[in-house]
């Protein structure tokens, strides 16, 4: 199974990189070859609040679309995605932000991700770690863009 694990110091607080994470509407602006978002429903929690949203992603002649479960934790700076429907067999991503004391703030990003079709599991496989860097740094990209000062 494809795991990537990912840790940046960006100059934004963890609040603001936070806030980008979690705007899972806005991803088709800015996140490469996710070409949709719909929340399905979202519902407060203890802490928190979750979202059920849809994501399509599309490359080259691969189009799907896929479900997941966000769960928001904005005191403890973590949001954690869990697959619900799609293509996948298993997906499971944490994102975590803390300030630094210095200034800016710490982004720890982890993904576990299967394929149902061992066939694009195992073309997806040769360009995993490429494709989780490119996905981070649109994240770095587009903070900079929103943030700047």
Known sequence: MPHHHETRQLPH????????VADVGRYPEFLPWNSAARIRSRYPIDGGEVLEVDLVISFKLFREKFGSRVVLCPEQGRIETEYLDGPLKQLKSVWLFRDLASGGSEVDFTV???FR????????????NEAMTRIVRAFETRAKAIYAD
């Not at 607080?13 to 980008?20: D, E, F, K, P, T």
Request: negative net charge; aromatic residues 14%; glycine residues 4%.
């Open 117 to 128: 079709n061992p066939i694009l599991a195992s073309v997806i496989g040769l360009v995993f």
């Open 112 to 114: 576990d991700f299967e």
């Open 13 to 20: 607080s963890a609040a603001q990189m936070y806030a980008l």
